[in-house]
């Protein structure tokens, strides 16, 4: 179904590493054009410069757009949704996958700390979703994918800021998918368990990363929600790790 994705725009946030980076590049693979988004513009170029000798651009617009973007900067989504739009006169995809992760106790978690957790992994997917949603109507294929977290779903333990932020992202997917609904937006949710990513090895360090999935798997499900036609609809997808509890 790879034609579904063929000369197609994304944006996805995080785009610098680990599920994002994956992401980016499996996209542009199938014949996708993606406009990459995260803080480090040096990080941005180096993605890029990857997804363009794998993925050569087609159709005189870069394969690959990097933006340097702090998605928790009302000025920042809106100049990113912008050059999107001037460089591929639209878009299809929006993959909210940039995240933070706080460690510690509720009682010991400072008001900074809580603020920056709740500002990337909320307050950025709804200032992406809402500064790209006239963009996303004018496509005859439109998706909101928000990559979210086991934690969406089950509260863990010393990870009380990202855990709330996570049910808030959770709960806004909810809502978009069915605002949007009758508008032909589909927005999904991937609440992923346990995978090798740098943010997981240092929130989680005794994890054994040889056992913990790979961006590539998270990767794969969001060419699968974007390929899938009918009518039938998956709000969420949650995944773990083989040989693991049934959350994590």
Not at 181 to 206: C, K, W, Y
């Amino acid at each position: 179904m790879a034609e579904l994705l063929e000369d197609r725009t994304a944006v996805v946030t995080g785009a610098s590493r680990g599920i994002g980076r994956c992401i980016a590049r499996t996209l542009a693979a199938e014949g996708m054009n993606v406009a990459l988004a995260a803080r480090t513009e040096e990080d941005l170029q180096d993605v890029a410069e990857t997804i363009e000798a794998e993925s050569p651009p087609s159709g005189g617009v870069p394969r690959a757009l990097p933006v340097p973007t702090d998605v928790t900067r009302e000025d920042s989504v809106k100049d990113l949704a912008s050059r999107v739009e001037a460089v591929y006169g639209g878009l299809d995809v929006v993959v909210n996958n940039a995240g933070v992760a706080t460690k510690k106790p509720l009682a010991e978690t400072t008001t900074e700390e809580w603020d920056r957790t709740m500002a990337v992994n909320a307050r950025g997917p709804f200032l992406m979703c809402r500064e790209c949603l006239p963009l996303l109507r004018e496509s005859d294929r439109p998706f909101i994918i928000n990559v979210a977290s086991v934690v969406a779903i089950k509260a863990y333990y010393n990870q009380g800021a990202y855990t709330a932020s996570k049910h808030a992202l959770r709960g806004m997917t909810r809502v978009l998918a069915q605002e949007y609904e009758e508008e032909g937006i589909r927005v999904h949710e991937i609440s992923p368990g346990g995978v090798a990513t740098e943010m997981v090895l240092q929130t989680r360090p005794d994890l054994d990363e040889t056992v913990l999935m790979k961006p590539q798997d998270i990767a794969d499900i969001a060419v699968f929600l974007l390929t899938r036609e009918g009518n039938a609809v998956i709000d969420e997808v949650r995944v773990r790790r083989a040989a693991s509890d049934p959350w994590f």
